[in-house]
């Protein structure tokens, strides 16, 4: 099922792009009303859900990570967000990656319409190219438990790309220490930046993960870009928001998805809260019911 999402909402703002490279994120989810909203301080009220492990539910105003689409909200809009909490104690909590799942003015329809994969979704066989300048695409995965994300090399963020990154290496190594899950699973990071990000750089990025750069390094980790048109229609469907900077950074936000051996949605992770565990063992549910 498709869900309006406002034009920007799906990036990590400029805020982001200016933050210290150094700087983490930690991201809850959130679920609420919007009661009010406040262009000129870049501000919108909510009455939300409780957040567990961040505080309970209660109506407060928060800063938008891009102020810039207060007036795509609307008063009564039931949206869900990302709640960037940063680990400097004096710094604003963020509201980012809004979806809005219930309009209260239904005639109102945003400039994107993004896709949140739920389970038992046919996933479309989208094409790539990857690491070996090799011509790839999903459907060739089926058969197997596709665990693919997006990421970009250049990204500057420890808390992002790369902590995604090394959740896949830390998956690969786990998976490499069972041959019979390993033989049955595939990994594929998608880049967003198809100017930057070419074969032989995935090539290097990937290989400082994998941790070797041997022919057989990749067999059951990809790494591939899509073109231009193909990258737009997949960020829709994997609901991948991106913004180009002027200064050629990437602000984005995070999704991880676990495709089954059937070729359709087993689960979806937002967001960087995900564990290796998690998918260790979705992977080995998985496992059983295929056996």
Known sequence: MAVAALAGCHSDQKA???????QNFKVYKL???????DAAAGEVTLDHEAIPGFMDAMTMPYKLKDANIAGELHPGDVITADLLVSQDPNADVLVDHIVVVGQAKPDYRPAVIYHVPAPGDAVPDFKLRNQDERAIHLSQFKGKALLITFIYTRCPLPDFCPRVTRNFAAVNQQLAANPALYGKTHLLCVSFDPEHDTPERLRAYGATYIGSDAPRAFADWDFAVPQKPVLLEMAKWFDVGITNEADETITHTLSTTLIGPDGKVVRFYPGNEWTVEDVLGDLRKLAGRAG
Do not use: D, F, L, Y
Request: hydrophobic share 35%; aromatic share 0%.
């Open 16 to 22: 982001e792009t200016q933050a210290s490279a150094n």
């Open 31 to 37: 679920r609420g009303k919007v009661v009010a909203t």
